[in-house]
């Protein structure tokens, strides 16, 4: 009895879904930065220009965060930026990730321990 009123705590599990957190970023950082690359490197017509600003949506908090630190992101040796941009977004990706994932399931863990009562219709 005791060990499974400590299975429905809100945070058991939270190793487990940092873990998908963490393959979640990373994949979708590594999948913008070589999309990105792609379309940087065959210089796309203008129709797909839309979908450059939709591909860098992942790379914009590391963007913000190298443009911060060191004035203007250009202002860096390139190898840099492609190292830089990409850890920094993996990390502040993963943590946003993570802090939305418990928020919902702390809720949703409320929601469920207040209507713990058999409805019988």
Known sequence: MERMRMSTRPHDGWP????????????????????????????????????????????????????????????????????LVPLFSFIINTVLLFVIWEFFHIARARELASDSKLHIN
């Open 16 to 83: 487990l879904r940092l873990a998908f957190c963490f393959a979640g970023g990373a994949t979708v950082v590594v999948f913008s930065a070589l999309t990105l690359l792609l379309l940087t490197l065959q210089h796309p017509p203008t129709a797909l220009h839309r979908l450059f600003y939709v591909v860098i949506i992942p790379l914009l908090p590391g963007m913000g965060v190298v443009s911060t630190i060191w004035g203007s992101w250009r202002a860096i040796h390139q190898g840099r930026i492609l190292f």
